[in-house]
């Protein structure tokens, strides 16, 4: 049940452009006829299957796709270079479905400077606040959504004090991947290399 639950979500996600782990879990339990289960997977076991499910029915699209987001992240980590900007999440792991956003953790000691860099550059946003961990302490992360031309974006601001401590979405979960710039620019160029002339 667990595994169909996961494979089923993971469709979802990749088919529905559903973004939210949590709501793909519970829409495929439903379907499943277990709404109750507490036996539902965890994120990790539904990203393999979301990874699993685009190489085997989306594997042209997926690539581009990845290729697309990728450049629009690395624009934006360029346009906002003074906060230590990092990738992280499906654009980082490869597993961004169609209508997935880019997310990014900005590291510096003053959240109302991103906000500032936002409204002088015209770019409407929303605002909300994120739960982490950190190390085991729980923190709220100020979060700014907006879209680009190109792109949708989720931005975490954190201290700069944070770097030194692997961040977590859950107290139980494993530590977030993220990357720099430098990176994902290597990522984009192997990309471009591999592409026929």
Known sequence: MRTRIAHLAARLMAQDGIDDFALAKRKAA??????????????????????????????????ERMVELRR?????????????????????????????????????????????????????????????????????????EFETDTARFNVSVFEVRDLRQPLRATQEGRPIERARRGWLANQLGSADAARPR
């Open 30 to 63: 439903r379907q499943v006829g277990a709404p109750d289960t507490r036996n539902l997977p965890d994120n990790e076991e539904v990203e393999e299957a979301l990874r699993t499910y685009q190489q085997i029915y989306q594997a042209e699209e997926q690539a």
């Open 72 to 144: 629009a992240a690395l624009d934006m980590m360029d346009a906002l270079s003074a906060f230590d900007p990092h990738l992280v999440g499906s654009v980082l792991s490869g597993s961004a479905g169609r209508y997935a956003e880019i997310d990014l953790h900005l590291f510096t000691d003053s959240a109302k400077e991103v906000e500032l860099f936002l409204i002088n550059r015209g770019i409407p946003f929303r605002t909300r606040e994120t739960r982490y961990w950190s190390g085991d302490e729980p923190r709220q992360a100020p979060s700014y």
